[in-house]
Every structure is written in C-alpha cells, then in structure tokens.
C-alpha cells in the first residue's frame, strides 16, 4: 500500500503534523521539526473510538514524544472512524453493551468476536504502515508501540522484529489466545495499569504482565479510573523508549 501525505501543519515550533493515506487507511505522522537526522519512531495505539475522538489525546502524547528526539505515528483501526463500517464488529459490540447492561459475566464468546477479528485486521496495516513509514528519509530504527489495543501490542511484539520495546495500556478484554501469545513476548516492556479502571478487569491484566516472556518488564499501576492516567506515568514512559530506541 502506498503511503501517500493530505495535510501539513506545524503545531509549535518543535512538531511538524502530516496527516496521511495509506490507500483507504487515514493516519498521522508527528515529527520533532529539531530533528538533525533520520528520527526513531514510536507507533501510537489507541482505542476503536475512532481517529477524531482520540486526537486531542493522541496529540498530547507526539508532543511529549517529540521532546524526547521521538517521531510518532498512527493509524485508524479498522471498522472506525472514517472507515467502513464492519457489520460483524458493530454485532460484538452491541452484545457486549448488552451483556454489561444485564451485569453478565463477559466471556470468551462475547470477547473473541470483539477483539480477534480487530487484532487480525489491524496487525497486517500496522505493519504495512511501518514499511511505508521506515522508508521516508526522515525515519528510522529501533521502533516503539505505545498504547492499546493491548491485544494489538502483544500480537505485534510477537510477529513484528522492527519494534524492539514496547509500552502497553491495560484496560481492554483480553482473549485467551493472546495470553498464549504473550508467553512468545520477549521485547522490553513497560505496562501501565489503571487499579481503579471501571472497564478492566484488574486479575485478568495482571495475569497478562505474568504471561509475558520478556525479562526485563515493569508494571506501573497507579490509583484512578480510566481516563485518570498521571502526568508522571507518561514521563516513565518516554524514559523507558529513550532507554530502549536511543
């Protein structure tokens, strides 16, 4: 898929925004306009709400990337947003309101439908937009992935060997295929958790970080709800990718 740029606009003195296209994929590439030479990349996910309800959010974290010497790029997941809608993930969401809505239990056939499809779908374009990305003379190695969807993290850490650290959010249903993937996981990581997240299941995240092959992780669970995450969680953060892509 070719990548192909629709928007320019400078943010401050230090971020230079590209929106872009690759082919039918909306995204958007920040880079540090101070940058001397070709700059690491970090990836940014994100929840499916959609490019233009995570941007504000989205561009709170390049700015701090950018400071740190780091350039950052998204994508829009699939069935979100701008893109067309997917019938079969709207269906997994409607019986997951439901069964949230009757305080039922959330089980495999209600999470795998949600979230495996996702994960399939989204992996192959985050990596075609790595390759589209990585050949831009102003990008290059060692690369990141910060944020959720944490399933997405975890399969990319597994199949993809350009990104060599990782910073994943817990907070979202995890299927139990991708605890067996995480037993693969053997890059850095850095794994914020929310303790008082409404829409996480805290044992079901803590099960994940102790599933995770890497030998060096870290956990960083701080009090507070879902949108509560700390000024200094994103600080840790940036210093864990300047350890690791510096």
Known sequence: MALRFTSEQRLDDRVLERGFTLGEIPGFLWTPSSAAAPTPLILLGHPPIGLHTMYPRLVARARHAAADGFATATIELPGNGDRPLWPALEEARAELRRALRAGEPVGPEIIDPLV????DTAV???RAALDA???LPEIDGPVGYSGGIISIGVRLAVVEPRIVAAALFAGSFVPRAIFEEARQVTI???VLLQWDDE?????AAL?????FASKEKSLHANMGGHAGVPQHAADAAGQFFTRHLK
């Open 199 to 203: 829409g996480n299941d805290r044992q």
């Open 124 to 126: 192959p374009e985050w």
């Open 133 to 135: 990305l990585l050949a």
């Open 116 to 119: 495996l499809p996702l994960v």
């Open 188 to 190: 850095p990581l850095h």
């Open 207 to 211: 099960d994940l970080f102790d599933a």
